[in-house]
């Protein structure tokens, strides 16, 4: 789906996913010390704005410049506290450089062929902080056959396990597992992701006396 395909989509509703945050992202943030963090694929900004009530300095993204119009829109009911912690964009997260290194960063419902979400996971490993958090939370490839909603393709659907393989060289998993998710239309699968930015081991000092000393 192309970028003029998105902005039809969120065109045609007002808030294509609602206004709040997602509950696992408030689950796992919550006890989370605010610094700086990137919502990738942010949509229409309910868990961007969110962080941002939290204290959290964000930088939010998405394909479509529709979504980040209304995001901006809804956002503009914030406090201006609020609304200055926020820096939205519109881009492409394949081809867009992110700068600095980022205490906390949502990859929540972006659904990519496997090489593309390779690409893009091992990229937010990177532009994590020492410690830094990487939540990944999506459909999970069980969902077509036993769940509810969400897309059909199972090319762009994947597992925890799936996304462990794309990081864990790299970054240390928190957490990798199956959520269920209670909608109207009944139970929906999700996958789940947490990962972290190991911390660099200091060297010991030269001076440091020995065990005879």
């Known amino acids: 789906m192309d970028a003029a395909a998105w902005d039809e989509k969120y065109a045609k509703a007002d808030l294509v996913w609602g206004a709040?945050?997602?509950?696992?992202?408030?689950?796992?943030?919550t006890v989370l010390h605010p610094g700086r963090a990137l919502d990738l694929a942010?949509?229409?900004?309910r868990n961007a704005i969110w962080l941002a009530t939290r204290g959290w300095?964000?930088?939010?993204?998405?394909f479509s410049q529709v979504a980040i119009d209304k995001a901006?829109?809804?956002?503009?009911?914030?406090?201006?506290?609020?609304?200055n912690r926020i820096d939205w964009a519109t881009g492409d997260i394949l081809t867009t450089t992110f700068d600095g290194s980022f205490e906390l960063i949502v990859v929540a419902y972006l659904h990519l062929p496997k090489d593309e979400r390779r690409q893009v996971l091992r990229k937010a490993v990177d532009a994590l902080a020492e410690a830094g958090v990487l939540i990944v939370l999506g459909h999970d490839t069980t969902n077509i056959?036993?769940?509810?909603?969400?897309?059909q393709d199972p090319d762009i659907l994947?597992?925890?396990e799936d996304v462990v393989a794309d990081i864990?060289?790299?970054?240390?998993?928190?957490?990798?597992?199956?959520?269920?998710?209670?909608?109207?239309?009944?139970?929906a699968i999700d996958a789940l992701?947490?990962?972290?930015?190991?911390?660099?081991e200091s060297a010991a000092p030269l001076d440091e006396p020995g065990l005879d000393d």
């Not at 992701?193 to 660099?200: D, E, G, L, M, Q």
């Open 72 to 83: 901006r829109t809804v956002a503009s009911k914030s406090p201006r506290s609020v609304r």
């Open 57 to 62: 300095e964000v930088s939010a993204i998405d």
């Open 145 to 151: 056959a036993d769940g509810v909603g969400g897309p």
């Open 42 to 45: 942010c949509g229409e900004g």
């Open 168 to 187: 864990e060289d790299e970054a240390q998993i928190l957490a990798a597992e199956k959520r269920e998710r209670h909608v109207e239309a009944g139970t």
């Open 193 to 200: 992701v947490v990962a972290a930015r190991p911390v660099k």
């Open 20 to 29: 709040p945050p997602n509950a696992v992202v408030v689950e796992i943030v």
């Open 158 to 160: 994947f597992t925890p």
